[in-house]
């Protein structure tokens, strides 16, 4: 959808560098979620925001920083990226909290 | 916080049986809870969801059910066909409290077979 983009697309780094991922949303939603995908966990919630400069953190935050300046805008930083931080990200964002979120294209990550 | 645990972790079905996807949660605050369908390689999309006020929806070969008292809502598709191939995942949403996040369950990778 091309509502909501992510970049990269796909990304390979290594341990200790800082990594952003981009996401970018065009419909003016308040909510943007932060995701992240591994098999036989589902998708975990790292971080969302309910509007700009206002953040709080999912289930598995540790490791991550946020920032919500604007409200089509939500970069994920990690900031020492480690092996355990390969996965699959997605991006989604919502009209409100109890709506459909939409979900971005996915950032597959690798972390040597 | 909320804990949503989702059965089965697999399902194959023959193409043209149902099939049907259980999810419980913890929170009595949870009042609404979507259904997500992720294709292979692909985002996941909302293919049906419901409100606690209401205890069934449908959506042509696609239903909802959702059993507040013993807290668990089921997915359930009938005339299953190859393009129901998928993972599934449910999700809870409270509706007041602190923990205002989205909890998804683990996921169901449906098989439909031909």
């Known amino acids: 959808d091309a509502g909501i983009t992510q970049s990269p697309r796909y990304k390979i780094t290594e341990t200790g560098r800082q990594v952003t991922l981009m996401c970018h949303q065009t419909?003016?939603?308040?909510?943007m979620f932060w995701y992240r995908q591994d098999l036989g966990h589902g998708l975990r919630l790292i971080y969302y925001?309910?509007?700009?400069?206002?953040?709080d953190k999912g289930e598995v935050p540790d490791g991550y920083v946020v920032s919500r300046s604007k409200t089509e805008n939500f970069p994920l930083t990690l900031e020492s990226a480690t092996r355990s931080q390969t996965s699959v990200y997605f991006c989604?964002?919502?009209?409100?909290?109890?709506?459909?979120?939409?979900f971005g294209p996915g950032t597959r990550l690798t972390v040597l | 916080g909320e804990n949503v645990e989702q059965h089965p972790s697999t399902l194959s079905v023959q193409e043209g049986d149902s099939a049907v996807i259980k999810c419980t949660y913890s929170?009595?605050?949870?009042?609404?809870f979507p259904w997500y369908k992720q294709e292979l390689g692909k985002r996941p999309q909302l293919i049906i969801d419901?409100?606690?006020?209401?205890g069934e929806k449908k959506d042509q070969r696609i239903a909802v059910t959702l059993n507040k008292t013993a807290k668990h809502f089921s997915l359930h598709i009938t005339e299953t066909q190859p393009e129901d191939s998928a993972v599934y995942f449910c999700?809870?949403?409270?509706?007041?409290?602190?923990?205002?996040?989205?909890?998804f369950g683990t996921g169901t990778k449906l098989q439909v077979i031909p």
């Open positions: 989604a964002s919502s009209l409100q909290l109890r709506n459909e979120q939409f």
């Open positions: 419909w003016s939603h308040s909510y």
């Open positions: 925001s309910a509007a700009a400069d206002i953040t």
């Open positions: 929170d009595s605050a949870s009042n609404y």
């Open positions: 419901i409100r606690s006020n209401v």
């Open positions: 999700a809870a949403v409270p509706y007041s409290g602190g923990y205002q996040k989205v909890t």
